[in-house]
């Protein structure tokens, strides 16, 4: 999808090797204009600055409590995990 859209990764981090969990998950968390969290089908937005931070870390880490896979940062917007509709926004 990204080759679609014509987007090349400035820089990939292998979330198997460099996990990135509770407060070093929210450094970069927290640095997000918005936070595009895909749930399935649904997709949740949430603005760092303003929404609760618990609510936003259980939403974004996985059940291991690292940082959920893909996370793709595009500018001031994140997108956390897959579906067709989010990575749209592309």
């Known amino acids: 999808m990204l080759k679609q859209k014509?987007?090349?990764?400035?820089?990939?981090i292998d979330a198997r090797k460099k996990a990135l969990a509770g407060d070093e998950a929210w450094r970069l968390l927290s640095?997000?204009?918005?936070i595009?969290?895909?749930?399935g089908s649904k997709q949740l937005i949430f603005d760092p600055q303003?929404?609760?931070?618990?609510e936003i870390l259980r939403q974004t880490l996985g059940r291991t409590g690292n940082l959920r896979?893909?996370?793709?940062?595009?500018?001031?917007?994140?997108?956390?995990?897959?579906?067709?509709?989010?990575?749209?926004?592309?």
């Open 36 to 39: 595009h969290v895909a749930r």
């Open 6 to 12: 014509n987007l090349s990764i400035a820089q990939a």
């Open 69 to 90: 896979a893909p996370t793709l940062l595009v500018g001031d917007r994140l997108l956390v995990g897959f579906n067709e509709a989010l990575y749209a926004l592309l």
């Open 50 to 54: 303003i929404d609760d931070r618990d």
């Open 31 to 34: 640095r997000a204009r918005e």
